[in-house]
């Protein structure tokens, strides 16, 4: 482990960046499944309300119970990579990031990495790490708007998209 700097200073512009791009992709992952388990339901808005107030994760829950229902669907993937994006966003999102003196992120989350009552372990999380998790988010996106798309077709009912939440797949810098 390289010695870190500027533990409590400030956080590179790029780093601010990219956390940010992550934490936003994500939320339209959690936006997407909260709003095709509105279709499955047949949400009224008093049910829409309800269900918005509900933990994203709860949300994508009945999302995947409904999809696990439907005969030869193989989803396994898709569900794997969620749970993988929302432990990776949840120490994205609440890590505290110092960075090395070569300008490489670490993160650190008490509630996960606290294992001495001397010191504070790190995880290093380059940006080769946030590009990952962009991709398979974009990909989890894409699939989730695409689900959301036909359901939207097919369900008696629907209600209009608030917007179209396919992303492209370009890097952020």
Known sequence: MRP???????????????IG???SLFSKI??????????????????????????AINNLKTFEDAIRQIPDTQSD????????LRRQRNLIAHGVWPVDDTGIPHVTWHSHFLESDDYAVVQSFSYEDFDA??????????AFSET???????LPGKWPAIADMKVDSG???
Do not use: Y
């Open 171 to 173: 890097a952020t810098e």
């Open 77 to 84: 993937a898709i569900w794997a990579a969620c749970r993988e």
């Open 21 to 23: 791009d992550a934490v």
């Open 30 to 55: 959690d936006h997407c499944a909260l709003e095709i388990v509105w279709l499955i339901a047949g949400a009224g808005l008093a049910e829409k309300k309800k269900l918005a107030k509900e933990h």
């Open 148 to 154: 959301k798309q036909n359901l939207e077709e097919t």
């Open 4 to 18: 870190v700097k500027d533990v409590f200073g400030n956080i590179p512009g790029k780093l601010k960046m990219t």
């Open 133 to 142: 998790f962009l991709e398979s988010a974009r990909a989890v996106l894409n």
